[in-house]
C-alpha cells in the first residue's frame, strides 16, 4: 500500500511449582538488571545477555525459550526504545496500546492510480485507525500486564531493554502458570506458554508462532544487536517440545478453508468483495483462471499504512482495491483475500497487476523506527517461498518486486507511482529467510554489481517522514543514494520522468537504488563505483572496507548496431494485429526514458508483450491478448521497465 491503499492498473537448575511469580515482584530484587554497574565478566557488551540470565533465573524461565522468544520478537534489538508497527518495545517487543493508537496514522502521502491501474483517480479517504485501548486485543496490550507482574513502571519496560526482558520473563512464566504446567526448566515444556505469549487468539497462529521460536532453539543464533551487544544462542538440534499443550490453552479454531498458504504460517480467508455496485461499475478485483490463461510472474510487497482492523474492513469495500494477503506484524499471521488465479487491483500497473501477486505487511513507510517484527518477516518469507515454487517464479528483485519497483505503465503516470515497503524494509535479511541470500557471483571484471549494503550501518539522511523538509530519525535503511559524479559533492541524479529536483525526501526515488537489485558497471573511481541508470551514469560510494554493493555477473542488453537510442515502457505490448476483433487495441506508449547506444542494463526476463482484457463484470467478455513482439525486462532505475527485443543485442556482463 502507500499513503493511503494502492490502488491496482540456558536451563534454570531445578523445577519449581506452579505460584512461583508473584503478581508483583520486589522492585528492589530487579535492581541488577537495571543498570547496575557491570563487573569484570558482564562487560557493557555482554549486558544483555546477562539480562537474559538474571531474568531467567528470576522468573525461573529457561533461558534459551526468553532468548527464542525475543529473537522472534526482534532479533534482540532495541530499536533505541522506538515502538514497532504495532506498539510494541524492546527486546521483548511489550505491547502498549496507548502507543498504538497513537502511531496508527499515516504520515506521508502519495499519488493515487486506477484501481486497474492506468489512469487517475481520486485519491480514497485513509483509513486504519485502531479501537480504544480497553478494546484492543490482547496481542496489543502486554507491556501494561507486564508492569502488574514485575511491580516495574511502563516507562522502564519501554525504555530499559533488561527492565523489557524481565517484564517478558514474567508474562511467560505467566502463561505456564495460567496452564497449569510446572516452571520446569526443559525448554520442551514449555511449548504452551510460548503459543500464548504471542497474544494470538486462535490456535493456527499461537501454533504457527510457537513453532518459530522453536525452529529457532533448533538452530541457534549469534548476533550483534543494534546496540553493540553480543547476544548467542546455542543451538538444539534434537529439541522436540510438547506440542498438545497447545489444546489446552482456550484459544478458537481459525477457519483456513479455502486459503491458498504453506502449512508452516497461520492463514484465514476473509474474501474480498467480487460484485457491482451501479453504473457498470464493480470491484474489487477481477476474475481470471491463472496460470492456465497467462503465467503469474510477479510478487509485489506492500505496507499497509494503516493498522490491521482498518486494513481488513478496506480490503472488504467492494468500491475499494485488493490484494492477495495481509500480514499481521505481531505475529505473522496471515489473511488471504482474493484467490491467485483472480487479478488483484494492487500495484497501479494493470500489467503487473495481471501477472502478479500482492501481498500486504502491516506498516508505514515514512515511521523508521515503528520496526516490523521478525515473526512477520518470517512468515512472509515462508509464504513468498512457497508461492514462488508453486508457480515457478524466480527469487529475485525484478521478480520479488517492492510496490516502489513497479514501473508507471504510462508517462502520465510516472509521478503518482507509489513508494512502499519504502527504505526502511530489509531487504537482505528478507533474502536470507528466502534461502536467496545476496552474496558475490563474480570478480571485479564480472560486470554487474548487486547492492547490498549493511542494512544497520548504511544510514542516508531522509526528510519528509512527518513534515516536509524536516530530517526522518536516522535509522538503517536498505537503499544507497545516487550521485551524478563520484562524491557527495555533486549533485544527485535526476529523473526526468518526474520532472522535479531531485532531493532526500522518504518518498523520492529520483536517486535511490535498493538492496538485491543489480546493475552494470558503468566505471570505478577509488571509494566510488559508476553504475548505468535511467539512461545515465550514476555513482554510488563503495569503498572496499566496507562495500555497499557485491560483484556480480550476469545478461546485460545494450542497443542493436546503428541505433543511438531505444525506446522504454512500462509494460509489455502485444503487436496490433495480436488483438481480436471484441479488444480495443492498446496504444503503444513509451515511457519518458531512452536507453543511449553504447549502455548496459541487467536483464531479468524475456516475454512476450501481453494484455488481460477485463473492463466488465461478466467474465465471459474477459480476454488474455498475448503478441508475438517480445520484450526484455530490465533493471533500468529505482523501477524495472520493459525494451523491445528487436532493439536489444544481449551479451554477457563481463564481456
Known sequence: MRGSVTAPGRAVGRTHGRGAVR?????????????????????????????????????????SVLLGVSYLQSRWDAHDGAPSVTGGYGPMHLTDARTALARATPHHSEGSEDPRGDSARPPLAPQGRLPEPSRLPARL??????????????????????????????????????????????????????????????????????????????????????????????????LAPDTGQLRRAGL??????????????????????????????????????????????????????????????????????????????????????????DVAWHAGNWYVNAKSIGLEHEGFLAQPDAWYTEAMYRSSARLVTYLAEKYDIPLDRQHILGHDTVPGPTASTVRGMHTDPGPYWDWRHYFELLGRPLVPTAGPDGGLVTIRPDYATNRPGYTGCVTAGRPCPAH????????????????LIKDIGLGSTPSTGVNDLSSRVSTGQQYAVAGRDGDWTAIWYLGQKAWFRNPQKNPTAVDAKGLV?????????????????????????????????????????????????????????????????HRVVVGEDEYYQIQFGHRVAFVRAADMRVVPSGS
Not at 191 to 203: I, L, N
Not at 280 to 298: K, T, W
Request: aromatic content about 8%; some cysteine.
Open 252 to 341: 478458537r479454531d481459525a477457519d483456513a478453508a479455502g486459503t491458498e498458504c504453506p502449512p508452516t504460517v497461520s492463514c484465514e480467508w476473509i474474501p474480498a468483495p467480487y460484485e457491482q455496485f451501479g453504473d457498470g461499475d464493480y470491484g474489487n478485483h477481477d476474475l481470471a483462471d491463472r496460470p492456465a490463461s497467462q503465467s503469474i510472474e510477479y510478487i509485489v510487497v506492500h505496507d499497509t499504512e494503516g493498522a490491521w482492523e482498518g486494513v481488513l474492513k478496506m480490503v472488504q469495500d467492494p468500491a475499494y482495491v485488493s490484494w492477495q494477503y495481509s500480514l499481521r506484524s505481531t505475529d505473522g499471521h496471515i489473511a488471504q483475500h482474493v484467490k491467485a488465479k
Open 476 to 491: 538503517g535503511s536498505s537503499a544507497v543514494r545516487l550521485y551524478s559524479g563520484p562524491g557527495e559533492s555533486y549533485p
Open 141 to 238: 496490550r502486554t507491556l501494561p500486564r507486564a508492569a502488574e507482574l514485575t511491580g516495574l513502571s511502563p516507562r522502564q519496560l519501554r525504555t530499559d531493554p533488561a527492565a523489557n526482558v524481565a517484564g517478558g520473563a514474567a508474562l511467560l512464566a505467566a502463561a505456564q502458570n495460567e496452564l497449569g504446567r510446572p516452571l520446569s526448566d526443559d525448554p520442551a515444556d514449555w511449548y504452551g506458554a510460548v503459543a500464548r505469549f504471542s497474544g494470538a487468539d486462535d490456535t493456527a497462529t499461537a501454533a504457527a508462532y510457537a513453532n518459530d521460536v522453536y525452529d529457532v532453539l533448533r538452530t541457534g543464533h549469534k548476533r550483534l544487536t543494534d546496540t553493540g551487544q553480543r547476544i548467542a544462542l546455542a543451538a538444539r538440534p534434537d
Open 23 to 63: 503478581a508483583v515482584a520486589s522492585v528492589a530484587l530487579l535492581l541488577p538488571l537495571l543498570g547496575a554497574a557491570p563487573s569484570d565478566s558482564d562487560t557493557s557488551a555482554d549486558r544483555l545477555q546477562s539480562a537474559f540470565s538474571s531474568a531467567a533465573t528470576r522468573y525461573h524461565v529457561p533461558e
Open 557 to 621: 542488453v545494450t542497443p542493436k548496431e546503428g541505433l543511438t537510442s531505444v525506446p522504454v515502457y512500462g509494460r509489455a505490448y502485444p503487436e496490433a494485429a495480436a488483438y481480436p476483433a471484441d479488444v480495443p487495441v492498446q496504444a503503444v506508449s513509451p515511457l519518458p526514458y531512452t536507453v543511449p547506444a553504447g549502455q548496459r542494463y541487467a536483464v531479468g526476463d524475456k516475454r512476450p508483450g501481453e494484455y488481460y482484457y477485463a473492463v466488465t463484470f461478466d467474465e465471459d467478455a
